[in-house]
C-alpha cells in the first residue's frame, strides 16, 4: 500500500523508509511514542506499566504493560525490524507469566509508572473507573491475557505461528508499523494485519458461544448506563452526580438528615464524613477534591462508589423527591 500527499490537485506518493534509517530506536523512540498514544496499536487500552520485569530473570521485560476496556491484561511488544524476530514466543511466556497477577499487584505497578510518569492520578480508581468495576467485582480482574504485536513488518514464520495460535483461542494480534519521509517529517501508518479488521467481527462472533460458557459460570457484570441532565453515567458515576444535585436542591442541614432519608430505602452507608473514613477504605468513595463536598453545617462528606445492585434503591430514593434518572440501552 502506498501513501500519497495531495496538493493543488496533485498526488505525490510519499516515500517509504526505515525506522534504523531514520536514526529512530525501539526503545527510546518508538517504545516512548506509543506508549503516550497507545491507541494507535492497541485502541480502549490503559498503559500501567513499561519496561515490566518482576521476576528473576530481569533480562526478560514486557515492552509495554496495559489493560483493556475488558479487564483483560495486555502484553505489548515491539520491534522496529522486519521480520518480528521471534516476538511471539517471547509475548507468549510473558503473557503466561502474568496470568496470575491480581487486581491489587496490577495497582502497585500502576502506581511505580505513574511516578516514573510525573502522573497526577490515583492508581487505584484511575484503573476501576477504566475497566468500570467496583470493589465488589475484582473477580472480573485480569481473567484472560491478551497479546499486541507492533513491528515494522513480520516474517511468514511469525505470521504462520500467529494465525495457528489465534484458531486455538488465544487473543493475539499483528500491528504493522510503516514509516514514511514526508518532507522534513517521518509518519508512520499503524495498520492491524492479524486478525483483518473485516475478518475480525466475524471471528468475534464465532467465538461468542465459547465466552457465554465462560462467562455463565461466574457473575454477570453490570454494564447498564443512565441518562441524567443531560450526561451518561455508569453506576458509580451516576450515584455521584444524582446525589451530589439531590444534596444541591434540597440542601440537608446536616449528615444525620441525609443519612435519615437514605436509611428509609436501606442505603445507610451511602455517605459517610470524609474524616472518618479509614485510609484503607478511601478507594470504596469518591474521594478525591472536585468529588466531595461541603454542607451548610460545614461537614465534608464523600459519597459512596460501591453500588452494586443497590442503584434501583438510590433511583427510588431520588424519585420520591422528582429527581430522575433514565437508563438506556448498551
Known sequence: MSLYNISNKNLTALTQTTFAAEGLLERQDLQEALKGCISAIAPDCLVISEEFSDWEDSRRRIDL??????????????????????M???ALRYAAMISTMT????CSYFEEYIEKEGLELNARQTILDFVDLDESSLDDFGNDVRIVLASADFGKELTTSVLWLRDKGIDISCVRLTPYRYKDDVLINAEQIIPVPEVEEYQVKFREKQVEQRTSKKTQRDYSKYRFNGQVYNKRRLALAILTHWIDVKKPSDLTEIK????????PRAVSLFDQIAEKHLDRYH???????????????????????NIPRLLEAMNQDGIMAEKIDN
Open 65 to 86: 504493560l496495559a489493560i483493556d476496556k475488558s479487564a483483560n491484561l495486555v502484553v505489548i511488544e515491539l520491534k522496529r525490524d522486519e521480520i518480528g524476530a521471534h
Open 88 to 90: 511471539e514466543l517471547q
Open 103 to 106: 487486581f491489587d499487584k496490577a
Open 260 to 267: 435519615s432519608y437514605l436509611e428509609r430505602f436501606n442505603l
Open 287 to 309: 474521594s478525591s477534591e472536585d468529588d466531595l463536598l461541603t454542607l451548610d453545617s460545614g461537614e465534608l462528606i464523600a459519597i459512596s462508589n460501591q453500588w452494586g445492585d
